[in-house]
């Protein structure tokens, strides 16, 4: 089994981050979730958004690290949205990572290096018509990513939501979240 952390989206560590994290405890994988917020939360995108740029995303990225520093290297790096930058950051520069899950976002390969290490697979959820994901370089990164890395895998999922797998949210998609959540624990399984 897997150990995995798992950083959170804008909104926080919220109640539907807890349940998939407790999905993928359910199928015996030890998962660390951190709160990168200090126990903040927010209703919507935006005012998670604001948090962040206020806080810095700098300092956001590197509480995750610091929380990542915690445990031994053989870790699985999981992030969604937001929490794709010290997911990725830690999956491409910390020795002995066993896999990154790039969900809603994913960040070039030359923002932490010149290329992804060829020893650690990873696999890029997202939705084709998500704005933030599809027409901001997320999409475009993630292409770049698979087609340059033998053990990428990129998902995409049809409709415009962003935080679509967030069961505590409205933009929840019940069906492309069961199928991300499968593919997740393949992946893991894997392993």
Known sequence: MAEVVLFHHAQGLTSGIE????????????????????GHTFETLEEGIGYASRTGFGTIMERGVAAAALLGDEVVYAGFSLGVMPAQRLAQTRAGAKGALLIYSCLP????GQAWPADVPVQVHGMDADPF???????????????????????????????????????????????????VLDFLSAL
């Open 133 to 183: 994901f599809a027409d901001e370089g997320d999409l475009d990164a993630a292409k770049e990513l698979t087609a340059a890395t033998e053990r990428a895998e990129l998902f995409l999922y049809s409709g415009k939501q962003h935080l679509f797998a967030e069961s505590s949210l409205p933009s929840y998609d019940q069906a492309a979240a069961e199928l991300l959540t499968r593919r």
């Open 109 to 112: 390969v030359s923002e932490f």
């Open 19 to 38: 349940a998939f994290a407790a999905q993928l405890r359910q199928a015996g994988h030890t998962v660390h979730a951190p709160d990168l917020y200090e």
